[in-house]
């Protein structure tokens, strides 16, 4: 039939799986975010070693087809803890009360992506809502661009609140937000 949707669903990761389809993951963040192949492949050895860290967990949205699964978007996120480079940058970007507020026992969504042709499907926010769902932490913080894009008004349909804006990562020109929300996240009614 044509012109329908393809059947998607959204499931958590093992960690071994992911580091096997990590390439295929990453090209979906490439293709999201807009990076050129050099730039995904130099976020392949940080990727792995975020695998690692406390609180690892990790979710994939496959569309079914004739041909078996396809991953069309994935996520995942870990505990942040001071010495970790995403946490330290955050660290520096907030005022001191905003971060001894939101930091200790924070979960960050490192990563959370769906590939240009699967989103405006609601995958973005099923994924969301999977990779936190449970997580031992009172609240998730994540950067994304600071621009009015779909996952921006996604965040904050979803409960996230601004922290921090305009902030500058090193190695990306682009201004960034810093968002967080309260665990668990409140269901959107969008």
Request: some cysteine.
């Amino acid at each position: 039939m044509t012109g329908t949707t393809p059947a998607t669903r959204v499931t958590e990761l093992p960690v071994g799986w992911l580091r096997d389809h990590l390439h295929e993951a990453l090209a979906i963040y490439g293709e999201a975010m807009g990076y050129d192949a050099s730039v995904v492949a130099g976020r392949y050895g940080y990727a792995v070693q975020h695998t690692e860290r406390p609180g690892f967990r990790a979710v994939g949205a496959f569309e079914e087809n004739r041909d078996g699964d396809r991953l069309v978007g994935f996520g995942y996120g870990y505990l942040v803890a001071p010495g970790q480079w995403w946490h330290d940058q955050v660290r520096a970007a907030l005022d001191r009360r905003t971060a001894k507020r939101w930091l200790p026992g924070a979960f960050e969504v490192c990563e959370l992506h769906v590939h240009p042709d699967a989103q405006s499907r609601g995958l973005g926010r099923r994924l969301l809502h999977a990779l936190v769902e449970g997580v031992p932490a009172p609240v998730a913080l994540l950067s994304t661009p600071d621009a009015d894009t779909k996952a921006f008004r996604l965040y904050h349909a979803d409960g996230f609140v601004d922290l921090a804006r305009g902030h500058h990562f090193p190695g990306d020109a682009r201004p960034f937000a810093i968002l967080g929300a309260r665990l668990p996240l409140r269901a959107s009614a969008s």
